[in-house]
């Protein structure tokens, strides 16, 4: 039971891996606030989580975030742990995306993260311990595709170091995750196209399979403990392993398509 009587808030924890973090942390002990825009799929999150409670937040709203944070604070009390996970990413190819597409991405994906950031750290500051854990992608590393959400998640690797750099004399850990391709429902409209896409990109991985959420999980709780409690700053690929990581990486282009989330 790591996480005995911590509170931690998780976004876009409706869906996917975000739901399945916040089973894991349930099960360890934490109070869960399970956030997302979609507040019936953050209520299912809960419904079928113990310890935890449903609450919509969308993480493009700066005065949502703030308000949410103070009722979790004033039922729970201070958040000792915050999961950046709220995504989304389009199809559209990236000169045919309007500005208003374009910024939304980037809104969600790297500025809904530093507001979540914003306004947890002074609670973490005065109590002197915090973690922060942010979901970037093997996108934010290697080229793979969808040019706003890989550089989003680029922004994050980015944002990761310099908090960590900052609020580390206060106690506060501050790390990423880098997934490659983990079946969740953000893989559905290519499942669509492809039924065959997950099973046909197995053959990028050494250990022969794509990602699941629980794999994604397990590294997330791991950086989130006390296990990890001198390690910050960094970004921890939960990938399959490096061979899929060179050979996507050098040989996508043009041959096949890479297994990201993007591809
Ligand atoms: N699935 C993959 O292959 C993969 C690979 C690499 C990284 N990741 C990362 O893992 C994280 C989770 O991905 P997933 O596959 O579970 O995705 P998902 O689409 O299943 O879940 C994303 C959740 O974010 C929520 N969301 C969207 N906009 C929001 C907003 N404005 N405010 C709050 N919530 C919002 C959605 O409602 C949804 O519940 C993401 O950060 C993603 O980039 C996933």
């Not at 809904?112 to 973490?124: F, I, N, Q």
């Not at 990028?204 to 794999?215: I, K």
Request: glycine share 10%; charged share 20%; proline share 5%.
């Amino acid at each position: 039971m790591r996480f005995q009587d911590r509170v931690v808030l998780i976004t876009g924890a409706g869906s996917g891996i975000g739901r399945v973090i916040a089973q894991a942390f349930a099960g360890e002990g934490a109070a869960v606030a399970v956030t997302d825009i979609d507040e019936a799929a953050a209520t299912e999150t809960a419904a079928m989580t113990p310890g935890s409670f449903a609450l919509r937040l969308d993480v493009t709203d700066a005065q949502a975030i703030r308000d949410v944070s103070a009722e979790i604070q004033d039922r729970h009390g201070p958040i000792d742990v915050l999961i950046n996970n709220a995504m989304i990413c389009s199809d559209t190819p990236f000169t045919e995306m309007s500005d208003e597409a374009l910024l939304r991405e980037l809104n969600v994906d790297l500025a809904g993260a530093m507001r979540l950031t914003r306004a947890v750290l002074p609670s973490m500051v005065a109590k002197g311990s915090g973690v922060i854990v942010n979901l970037s992608s093997v996108n934010g590393v290697q080229y793979f595709g969808q040019t706003v959400y890989s550089a989003a998640k680029a922004g994050l690797i980015s944002f990761t170091r310099s908090i960590a750099a900052e609020y580390g004399r206060y106690g506060i850990r501050c790390n990423a995750v880098a997934p490659a391709s983990i079946a969740t429902p953000a893989w559905q409209r290519r499942i669509e196209r492809n039924p065959s896409v997950l099973e046909r990109l197995t053959q990028f991985y050494p250990l022969g399979r794509v990602g699941q959420s629980e794999d994604v999980a397990d590294a997330v709780l791991f950086l989130a403990s006390d296990q990890a409690s001198w390690i910050t700053g960094i970004t921890l690929p939960v990938d399959g392993g490096p061979a899929g990581r060179q050979c996507v990486g050098g040989g996508a282009r043009g041959r096949f398509q890479p297994p990201s989330l993007n591809s």
